[in-house]
């Protein structure tokens, strides 16, 4: 049984349990930086639920912006009309993000490793003839950097979830204890990652990914299986709340208001 069709029978979609949960992390006045597409949503619905006074920060250089519906891009107009101000995009890397004001940023992949390095750039190992042609790495390298810690969000799939990714494009945790301090990053990296199965967080000791909390109607045995390691999983497994028919109504309508 997937997460798109629970036990209960309440039926929700896979990118709707990842906003959920995504959502419920964000707590009001965080400052939490914002991408485009699932990120974007997740942000939003918490700051039109729990977290009114969540301080979104977009790339494009917008402070504070409150959209009425979901942006088609990092330059969508609704984003600078509806922010608190809109500063030039040097000013949020170098003093918002590399100053260490930033809370969370929330980054998707297509591929991650068992210590949350992430690759946005190709798939295949020839980087001058890959199989596919990512869109590169953005800011994705310096929010993983320097935001104070990172969610990472994406679907649970074993070409997803790689022993070794095809391209290094944001360092996450590192592959061992110090790597992150050694190249001068000062925030925690990845410490939380969903997806439509579950949750995983860090290993208190060497930092692998470790699976905390399954969603309901999965089982540990179909989170393994789209998994490229041997997936470590906690000896207090959780189940995720499901998502209230209040959460799944405001995310609906922001998603057709879109």
């Known amino acids: 049984m997937s997460a798109s069709a629970p036990p209960d029978g309440g039926g929700w979609s896979p990118e709707e349990i990842m906003a959920v949960v995504g959502s419920r992390g964000l707590r009001d006045g965080m400052s939490c930086f914002v991408g485009i597409g699932l990120p974007s949503t997740v942000a939003n619905l918490a700051r039109l639920t729990h977290a009114p006074g969540l301080f979104l920060i977009y790339e494009s250089g917008v402070l504070g912006s409150k959209p009425t519906k979901l942006p088609l891009s990092i330059g969508d107009g609704e984003l600078a009309e509806t922010a608190d101000a809109v500063v030039p995009v040097p000013e949020i890397f170098n003093y918002w993000l590399q100053g260490g004001h930033i809370d969370v940023g929330y980054l998707g992949a297509a591929q991650i490793d068992r210590f949350g390095n992430l690759n946005t750039t190709v798939i295949g190992n020839d980087y001058r003839k890959p199989k596919v042609r990512l869109p590169g790495a953005g800011g994705a390298p310096e929010i993983a950097s320097y935001c104070r810690e990172v969610t990472v969000i994406m679907r649970h799939l074993a070409r997803a979830f790689v022993t070794k990714l095809d ?8 592959e061992r204890p110090g790597t992150r301090s050694e190249l001068g990053f000062t925030g925690a990296g990845p410490q939380t990652v969903i997806t439509d199965l579950g949750v995983l967080k860090p290993h208190p000791e060497d930092r692998e990914l470790t699976l905390v909390a399954v969603h309901p ?12 390691w041997p997936l470590r ?11 209230t028919d209040y959460e799944l109504e405001v995310l609906r309508d922001l998603k057709a208001r879109s």
Do not use: H
């Open 167 to 174: 391209f290094l494009t944001s360092v996450g945790l590192g």
């Open 217 to 228: 109607g999965v089982t540990v045995e179909q989170v393994k299986e789209q998994t490229g």
């Open 233 to 243: 999983v906690s000896c207090d497994l959780q189940v995720t709340k499901p998502p």
